[in-house]
């Protein structure tokens, strides 16, 4: 069964903790991408990866970091110095590395709570 | 910094009838993605639409006019299960960020 899974669903972070999101896809994609959204913004560019071994900041990295050493995986680790980790967090992947006419495809997503 | 504009909503029609929905964006932009989002769940694609026109798809219809940087949804017989946040995105050709708007949220009443 192809697709993108991400795990956890749910994830609670503690003051002054880094949390890894993890996000696996099994389409044979090469660009995978994270994405942030909170309640009644639209979903904001976080990080993106074109080819394995490559990464790219979006518009909002401040306060996160990820690696992409494997073309099936992107994890995400949300730092302590991300003063605003609440959110829903998106993981997408698009074929051929986004260029082009190309549809990128979401995971079901991770919602993150701060205790 | 390339803009996406869609009115929030709630967008309300009854079963049956033809929901309308509008997204305009500033700067250039060639493709234009609909997304539908359930509460809690993750954007899936609806549509796509890449040239100049209409491109119906089922119940779908995507309307895209460039020049005018405006691209339209309409959802025919809309149904009670069509209730969801409708995502506009909107990207260059070459790599280029997908630009998403904040979505218009519409309601389908039996």
């Known amino acids: 069964d192809g697709g993108i899974t991400q795990s956890p669903k749910y994830l609670f972070r503690k003051e002054g903790q880094n949390v890894t999101l993890s996000c696996e896809q099994n389409?044979?994609?090469?660009?995978m991408y994270w994405y942030r959204q909170d309640p009644g913004q639209g979903l904001r560019l976080i990080y993106y990866?074109?080819?394995?071994?490559?990464?790219q900041k979006g518009d909002i990295a401040e306060g996160y970091s990820v690696s992409r050493e494997k073309k099936e995986s992107f994890p995400l680790t949300v730092t302590s110095a991300q003063k605003n980790p609440t959110a829903f967090y998106l993981c997408?992947?698009?074929?051929?590395?986004?260029?082009?006419?190309?549809?990128?495809?979401f995971g079901p997503g991770t919602r993150l709570l701060v205790l | 910094q390339k803009e996406v504009e869609q009115n929030s909503g709630p967008l309300s029609v009854p079963e049956g009838a033809i929901a309308s929905l509008n997204c305009t964006y500033s700067?250039?932009?060639?493709?234009s993605f609909w997304y539908r989002q359930y509460s809690g769940k993750s954007p899936e694609l609806i549509m796509s639409?890449?040239?100049?026109g209409d491109k119906e798809d089922g119940r779908f219809t995507a309307q895209l006019n460039k020049a005018s940087q405006y691209v339209s949804l309409l959802i025919r017989d809309s149904q009670p299960s069509d209730s969801a946040t409708y995502l506009c995105?909107?990207?260059?050709?070459?790599?280029?960020?997908?630009?998403f708007g904040t979505g218009t949220r519409l309601l389908v009443s039996p």
């Open positions: 990866s074109q080819i394995v071994n490559d990464f």
């Open positions: 700067d250039r932009g060639s493709q």
């Open positions: 639409i890449y040239s100049n």
């Open positions: 995105a909107v990207k260059d050709t070459g790599f280029q960020k997908l630009v």
């Open positions: 389409l044979n994609h090469d660009a």
């Open positions: 997408a992947s698009s074929p051929r590395g986004g260029a082009g006419q190309e549809t990128q495809y």
